[in-house]
């Protein structure tokens, strides 16, 4: 099993939708959580970090649930420059290595 | 100016050469790292430094070495290129969370 999961996607989704997609994490005792996003052949960028009890950013809103060991991300109405690929992080236990899963890729359609 | 920038930006080569991609941060993080992130679009740490001193070195093949003249500088040297090495290569740089990517390397191996 990974140590942390996601759906590969794509997700097609209308201009103005909402979105939303989790990521699992396999460890615990994983301390912090963070969404990056990564633009095409670009290089991946800090979204935001996920707090216990969950934290919203504009249109963004993350989610942690520790009991079933995942985080969430919500994008409420949608704009085509949120199409990139997001990238679920999670942070060893031991120090502060990020583990890093695959990656959901979201396209906004207009 | 650049934060973290990493050089080539492109670098297309023969099978069985040897090539270095340099990196240098100007944000006087502490910790600097090689991430690979193949076709896949998995990214994984292959090397982090810590004020020039080696800490992480995932399983990587020791045609890959890693150096650190200084703490701001971290280069990736890849003896003996094989085809399976064609991949983007991120440099990046940490204080505790706070991760910064250079813009990445993509290297083709042909």
């Known amino acids: 099993r990974k140590e942390v999961e996601q759906d590969p996607g794509p997700f097609n989704v209308p201009e103005g939708a909402t979105v939303a997609f989790n990521c699992t994490y396999s460890?615990?005792?994983?301390?912090?959580f963070f969404w990056y996003r990564q633009d095409c052949r670009k290089e991946p960028k800090l979204l935001m970090s996920?707090?216990?009890?969950?934290n919203e950013d504009g249109r963004f809103t993350a989610q942690l649930n520790r009991a079933s060991q995942y985080i969430s991300l919500l994008i409420r109405d949608s704009k085509l420059s949120d199409s990139a690929t997001y990238l679920c992080v999670v942070t060893k236990a031991s120090n502060y290595q990020l583990i890093w899963g695959a990656g959901t890729k979201l396209i906004i359609k207009p | 100016d650049t934060a973290v920038s990493q050089t080539p930006k492109y670098l297309v080569t023969q099978m069985g050469n040897d090539k270095s991609i340099k990196c240098e941060q100007n944000?006087?993080?502490?910790?600097m790292y090689w991430y690979k992130q193949d076709s896949k679009k998995f990214l994984k740490i292959m090397f982090s430094?810590?004020?020039?001193?080696?800490?992480i070195n995932e399983t990587v093949p020791n045609r890959f070495s890693p150096k650190s003249p200084d703490k701001a500088h971290l280069n990736l040297h890849i003896n003996s290129l094989e085809l399976g090495d064609s991949a983007v290569y991120f440099c990046?740089?940490?204080?505790?969370?706070?991760?910064?990517f250079g813009s990445g390397t993509r290297l083709t191996v042909v």
């Open positions: 944000l006087g993080h502490d910790t």
């Open positions: 996920v707090y216990s009890s969950g």
């Open positions: 990046a740089s940490s204080q505790y969370y706070g991760y910064t």
């Open positions: 430094y810590n004020n020039k001193e080696l800490i």
């Open positions: 460890n615990s005792a994983s301390q912090s």
